[in-house]
């Protein structure tokens, strides 16, 4: 179960980030790489638990805000982590980084996409199809070829890496890594991903006689801890093998990809090519049986079993190979907002969750913070998106710098909301 988790986790996003951070860090890497694993699967793992806490319910995290508002927000988060933007990048990004760069010419042609998608969806369908099952497929088939992959890479640029780090290359390096740690959105993965994997918990324990929250305490530690490795692995290469790109990197001349291909040829030579196709595809085919299968779940009891799993499933493929052949540009254009206005406000109820408090004050510092994240990120999304300078102020915030300019308030708000309720608690005790 560890091992599904890590693969699950470890998708396209997570495959590129840690050497970029590596790269900007230089000599003092290990600064930016715990800020970034912090923030990307400290996040993730309090969102896991806050799940497992509810019995693996999404309403169990944002029902507190009403039926409609939980309702919506629960929506929005299957269509942004699920066939919106993140199933269908995963079938762009094993095409485009994976497959690809062993044949470059097949990158310009449309067939060849549509070819690999309708290939790419097939497997992934096959696999989701059974949700109580793939757990253990991802965690005892695909996990050992994905790790072994990455071992490779990673073994091979500790031994002989192609250059050795040099200066940091940016000033902040705690707020680079919260950042990029922010930006993989793990926290909402873990949500989608805990509809099935909670599951999949509560049968095993039931199996080998243990509680619960034992076997996932267990089973989060196995996942963290290859995560903690693999991160550091490829932020390692970034910070040596990655400074021959480092000039071009900063530059803008190269992307994130061309960073993470170009040190993996440096440090595996000519077989290099075909280790990170191997990786990446393994990466987003792991991510993506993941996603297909809790975004099929949600949508099956959201409409109270009327809709067969095996259908919805499908759907979801085919909307998601036919999104993957549109352009990812303009579909994160759209999506992209939507989840700037989610993120703050999940992560707020997803903490909330875990914090002991009495039920009404609950229910008010959950409603109370909800309205301020909302309402703070819809300024900055007003602000960033559309140059509506008139919000400008929300980015005078305390924390804006590290993508949190959100947090004060919403803490303050919350507190509000647990003084009112105290006060209402306190005049219905006088009333009788």
């Known amino acids: 179960m560890g091992l599904a988790l890590f693969a699950l986790f470890f998708g396209a996003g997570n495959l590129i980030f840690p050497p970029v951070i590596g790269l900007e860090g230089g000599t003092d890497w290990l600064v930016g790489y715990f800020a970034y694993f912090l923030a990307d699967v400290g996040l993730a793992l309090v969102g896991l638990f806050a799940m497992i ?49 062993l044949a470059p010419e097949m990158s310009a042609d449309p067939l060849a996409r549509v070819a690999f998608s309708v290939v790419f969806f097939a497997v992934v369908f096959a696999a989701a199809l059974s949700p109580g099952k793939m757990v253990d497929r991802v965690g005892k088939l695909l996990t050992p070829a994905l790790v072994a992959a990455l071992a490779v890479l990673v073994i091979a640029g500790i031994v002989n890496p192609a250059a050795q780090p040099e200066a940091p290359r940016v000033g902040n390096l705690l707020q680079e890594g919260v950042l990029n740690g922010y930006q993989t959105m793990d926290m909402i993965a873990a949500l989608v991903f805990s509809l099935v994997v909670v599951n999949s918990i509560e049968s095993k324990a039931a199996q080998e006689g243990v509680s619960r929250m034992r076997l996932a305490f267990a089973a989060c530690a196995v996942s963290a801890g290859l995560l903690f490795v693999t991160y550091g692995g490829l932020a390692y290469l970034g910070a040596t093998s990655g400074q021959l790109w480092g000039d071009e990197f900063m530059a803008g001349a190269i992307n994130h990809a061309g960073l993470l291909s170009g040190l993996s040829g440096a440090v595996v030579g000519s077989a290099g090519a075909v280790v990170l196709s191997v990786i990446v595809v393994l990466a987003c085919l792991t991510t993506a049986i993941g996603l297909v299968s809790a975004c099929s779940e949600f949508i099956v009891e959201l ?46 109820l997803v903490v909330m969750r875990i914090v002991p408090l009495p039920e009404g004050a609950h229910r008010l510092a959950c409603r109370f913070g909800a309205f301020a994240s909302f309402t703070v990120s819809l300024c900055a999304l007003f602000v960033d998106t559309f140059g509506a300078q008139a919000f400008a102020v929300v980015h005078l915030l305390p924390l804006d710098e590290f993508g949190f300019g959100w947090l004060v308030p919403t803490f303050v708000a919350a507190l509000a909301g647990i003084v009112v309720a105290r006060g209402i608690g306190a005049r219905e005790r006088r009333a009788d």
Do not use: D, Q
């Open 303 to 348: 409409f109270g079993g009327r809709l067969a799993y095996p259908a919805v499933a499908a759907g979801i493929c085919v909307f998601s190979a036919f999104v993957c052949n549109l352009g990812l540009t303009e579909i994160v254009g759209i999506s992209g907002p939507i989840l700037s206005l989610v993120y703050p406000t999940v992560m707020f």
């Open 53 to 101: 806490k509810t019995g693996g319910k999404m309403e169990g995290v944002t029902g507190v805000l009403g039926k409609v508002a939980s309702t919506v927000l629960n929506c929005a988060i299957i269509l942004c982590v699920g066939p919106l933007l993140a199933i269908p990048r995963t079938a762009a990004t094993s095409f485009e980084m994976g497959t690809a760069c």
